[in-house]
């Protein structure tokens, strides 16, 4: 399937170079589109990783929306008479209950599928704040120097100053305890390592000479930040976003479990995580199976991260 | 070097002898802080220098790195403001009265136009910094034309072609990235790119230092033949006298902020009066054994430009020092002969 990706991706960049040559001035202006897709699928795709990452987050998404379809049974439902089932492949484990209930008898297939939701929620709205957020005060600090710039980077040093899950907890104490307020928090811990990579990056770029050159030809500040220097600085900041996505999962967790996240019949997988752990030596599955769906989904983010990083860097490319 | 021929064919350009660019006693002081409890040490990294400048003409820029070569450059190409002393573009100052950052250190720089942001271009020494690496040569070409004019994308494709052409670039190289490309293109690029403005001034830092040597004599034919074409003036930044001594018009040599000697190609070649232009013609490599017998070497390093030498700047090293070259400063004064201007008590006999 990857082999027919790839030659899918070679076929489709052929024939829009064709059509290019083709003068015809309408249909250019749609193809330029498509031709930049399709020629970054195809750098995309060389990474097997990345591939392979990508189906497993798609799938995870898939079930994510289609969890009410494709769960067995309801995430919420407790059956009183399986407590602590052993998975299917084990004795006295049932097909009922593939991967087997927790400690107060709930599916935990089902509960995993749901969770899904969560934590891919959780992770999407994190990473999006905290890069949002921290790419503008980057680019500011970085551009701007002077007083601007101390600023920015001593507030983010004394966030930094905290342990990050301290600082989430004052937060969501102040703020209320919730799944969203816990989300904001995680984002303003997570900002901070954003700021400072966007700035470093922009510091890196912004003597270099093709950004002179951009100011000689007459570029204005706001288009130099955004067109010449912010492309430019974007590979690490994906990598970091997609790191940041895995530690927004596992901060959720953390604080669900302390109360203050997501609230307790809510099948978060951190959550479930918490919830399992005084069981982890008299049932291995409660615990291991939420833990294993983190893994996988942060494995498979990483490794997309990777891929769009190689995809995104055209000294990669060959011509 | 063995250079084309090409490049040794007198130009018989037909132009006004008014001076396009010419810069008034331009200064450039940086604040260097040398820790929390001393004070502040000031770099003056162009002190006082002086040209004018002419279509179709080239003026050298010669020094040891740090001389001010550099900075020079960057002031004309007005990518950094001057601390004193005036740029002007046509008889015009070039900054307008509202950029009042001559203090130190300011960098602030307000042009009075976007014409004359337009008049004056730059090509970088090095190729492979000066491209965004993200953008296409096409999208490259035509950065400046959409910022700059009104032009429809299929002009501004249209112009960044011809202009390809006319560097020697196939059309096929719009839709590749920099990386694709050799040094060598990769200065042509800079150079289609600085030319897409028609400006009429073409700064150019060093822009074959960074090149083989086949590849140079290929890009100084090159930049010979827009010169012909469009009657650019050149400030032509070198370390590398053979170079300068093809491709320029006036020779400036520059020590530690300053212009030491300014003359013509063919009079500073050939009788060089002051002593560190002696010195720096004479470390130029050749193969002729009588030459290299009388070479003048120099002893020591360039002094820090953060405590210069009283006196002359050049004293320190200087074979014919006296106790007043020690205590004073020579003035760039126009010679005797009307040949050059110099700054030097004890300048080098004429053979």
């Known amino acids: ?319 | 070097m063995q250079l084309p021929a090409r490049v040794y064919e007198v130009k018989e350009l037909v132009v006004s002898n008014q001076p396009i660019i010419s810069a008034v006693d331009l200064k450039r002081y940086y604040s260097v802080s040398k820790g929390l409890l001393r004070k502040a040490g000031v770099v003056k990294a162009l002190d006082g220098v002086s040209f004018e400048l002419a279509a179709g003409k080239t003026l050298a820029v010669v020094g040891e790195s740090g001389c001010g070569k550099s900075t020079l450059a960057r002031l004309v190409a007005m990518i950094e403001h001057a601390s004193a002393g005036e740029l002007l573009l046509d008889g015009k100052s070039v900054y307008s009265n509202k950029s009042a950052s001559n203090k130190i250190g300011g960098n602030k720089i307000k042009l009075n136009s976007r014409e004359t942001r337009q008049a004056v271009q730059v090509v970088f020494q090095d190729p492979y910094a000066s491209l965004n690496p993200r953008h296409k040569i096409g999208t490259i070409l035509e950065e400046p034309l959409a910022l700059n004019s009104k032009m429809s994308a299929e002009q501004r494709r249209s112009r960044a072609e011809s202009m390809m052409q006319r560097v020697g670039l196939r059309p096929e190289h719009y839709e590749r990235y920099p990386h694709m490309f050799s040094g060598g293109q990769r200065q042509r690029i800079a150079i289609a790119r600085a030319m897409i403005l028609n400006p009429r001034v073409l700064v150019l830092d060093e822009p074959v230092s960074a090149l083989d040597l086949s590849i140079q004599a290929q890009v100084l034919n090159l930049l010979a033949e827009l010169q012909r074409e469009f009657g650019l003036a050149y400030i032509f930044i070198s370390h590398d006298l053979s170079v300068v001594r093809h491709i320029a018009d006036y020779v400036m040599v520059m020590y530690l902020g300053k212009v030491v000697e300014a003359a013509s190609v063919k009079v500073l070649f050939s009788e060089p009066r002051h002593p560190y232009t002696v010195a720096l013609l004479s470390a130029t490599p050749t193969t002729d054994s009588r030459v290299r017998k009388k070479r003048l070497t120099l002893k020591g390093e360039l002094p820090s430009p953060l405590d210069p030498p009283d006196g002359c700047a050049f004293n320190p090293r200087c074979p014919n020092a006296s106790k007043e070259c020690r205590k004073e400063q020579p003035a760039l004064k126009q010679a005797e002969d009307n040949s050059r201007q110099l700054a030097c008590f004890h300048p080098m006999a004429t053979q």
Not at chain 1, 95 to 106: N, P, S
Not at chain 1, 126 to 154: E, F, P, Q
Not at chain 1, 215 to 229: C, D, E
Request: proline letters at 6%; aromatic letters at 8%; charged letters at 15%.
């Open chain 1, 1 to 319: 399937m990857g082999l027919s990706i790839r030659a899918l991706g070679i076929t489709s960049t052929r024939s829009m170079r064709k059509d290019s040559v083709r003068k015809n001035s309408l249909q250019e202006k749609r193809s330029v589109r498509t031709r930049m897709l399709a020629e970054f699928w195809f750098y995309f795709a060389e990474n097997r990783g990345a591939v392979i990452g990508l189906r497993v987050f798609a799938l995870l998404v898939l079930l994510a929306i289609a969890a009410p379809l494709v769960a067995p049974l309801p995430p919420s439902e407790q059956y009183r008479d399986a407590f602590l089932t052993p998975p299917v492949w084990q004795e006295g484990g049932s097909w009922k209950f593939i991967l087997g209930t927790d400690a107060v008898g709930r599916d935990i297939l089902s509960r995993l599928i749901y969770g899904a939701r969560f934590s891919l929620f959780i992770g999407l709205v994190v990473v999006t704040i905290a890069i949002s957020g921290g790419v503008l005060l980057g680019l500011l600090a970085g551009y701007c120097r002077g007083v601007i710039d101390t600023l920015i980077m001593r507030i983010m040093d004394v966030i930094l100053a905290f342990p990050s899950l301290l600082l989430a907890l004052v937060m969501v104490a102040i703020l209320g305890p919730g799944l969203l307020n816990a989300m904001i928090a995680i984002a303003i811990v997570l900002q901070p390592h954003f700021v400072r990579l966007t700035r470093a990056s922009v510091l890196n770029e912004i003597n270099r000479d093709y950004v002179t050159s951009a100011r000689v030809a007459g570029a204005p500040p706001l288009y130099l930040i955004t067109r010449t220097i912010l492309p430019n600085c974007l590979s690490p900041i994906i990598v970091q976003g997609t790191l940041s996505f895995s530690t927004a999962i596992l901060d959720a967790a953390a604080l669900g479990f302390l109360g203050l996240g997501a609230q307790p019949p809510t099948p978060e997988w951190g959550t479930m995580l918490a919830e399992a752990r005084e069981f982890i030596l008299r049932a291995w599955w409660v615990v291991t199976f939420p833990g294993l769906a983190i893994l996988l989904t942060v494995l498979a983010i990483n490794l997309v991260g990777d891929g769009l990083r190689d995809a995104l860097d055209p000294k990669l490319k060959k011509s």
